[in-house]
């Protein structure tokens, strides 16, 4: 059975940080790019930052180009989101993906719950 388990969301102030980490278990997602997505209050969820399998490539939207770096560790199968700079419009809930293929444009097949992410302005 293939889990994704979010952690380290939380309450931040305006331009603060979070470490956002995902661990995958049930199947080893070395070979396979990874990614973290949002859903805020009332809108669809959007794609955040997807990292390829050895880690030499990554897509970030727009919005958090700059401030959020992805990165993983393939011997923990876990994905990270530093988020730096936050700002109140990065409140949502953020889930994590994989495997995820096309990963400028990704389709993921597992999820995680999500973790809660405010910040407060």
């Known amino acids: 059975q293939v889990q994704l388990v979010e952690s380290g969301g939380g309450l931040v102030q305006a331009g603060g940080s979070l470490r956002l980490s995902c661990a995958a278990s049930?199947?080893?997602?070395?070979?396979?790019?990874m990614g973290w997505f949002r859903q805020a209050p009332r809108k669809e969820r959007e794609f955040v930052a997807t990292?390829?399998?050895?880690?030499?490539?990554?897509f970030y939207a727009d919005s958090v180009k700059g401030r959020f770096t992805i990165s993983r560790d393939n011997a923990k199968n876990t994905v990270y989101l530093q988020m730096n700079s936050l700002k109140p419009a990065d409140t949502a809930v953020y889930y994590c993906?994989?495997?995820?293929?096309?990963?400028?444009?990704?389709?993921?097949?597992?999820w995680g719950q999500g973790t809660q992410v405010t910040v407060s302005s």
């Open positions: 993906a994989a495997p995820c293929y096309v990963l400028a444009s990704p389709t993921c097949t597992y």
């Open positions: 049930g199947r080893t997602f070395s070979s396979y790019g």
């Open positions: 990292i390829s399998w050895s880690g030499g490539s990554t």
